[in-house]
């Protein structure tokens, strides 16, 4: 089995950063992208950011120049820094990776999500 464990989140005034983390463990052959959800009450879930393993990055254009994802591929832990937050970023944020675990065709992950308030 694989797992996906966020950490991270916490109350921020606006203007303020987190950063988040996402660890996925377990019997991982390839791991081929990471994702950043988030779903704020009354909303859809959406994208925020996206890595390849190769580091290619894309943003949600709401977000982007305000927050950066990263990889670290050797412990397979995803980063979502989260610069100038606004209290419109405020949702359960939430780890996704699509990845093989060598026992059948790639699959779709999830973690439990983390919390993220922004107010003043």
């Known amino acids: 089995q694989v797992q996906l464990a966020e950490s991270g989140g916490g109350l921020v005034q606006p203007g303020g950063s987190l950063r988040l983390s996402c660890a996925a463990s377990g019997s991982i052959s390839s791991l081929y992208l990471m994702r950043w959800y988030r779903q704020a009450p009354g909303k859809q879930r959406s994208v925020v950011a996206t890595i390849t393993s190769g580091g290619i990055t894309n943003y949600v254009g709401t977000v982007e120049g305000r927050f950066t994802i990263s990889l670290d591929n050797a412990k397979n832990t995803v980063f979502l820094q989260m610069n100038s937050l606004k209290p419109e970023d405020t949702a359960v944020y939430l780890c996704?990776?699509?990845?093989?675990?060598?026992?059948?065709?790639?699959?779709?992950?999830w973690g439990q999500g983390t919390q993220v308030t922004v107010s003043s």
């Open positions: 996704n990776a699509v990845l093989d675990t060598g026992s059948g065709p790639r699959g779709d992950y």
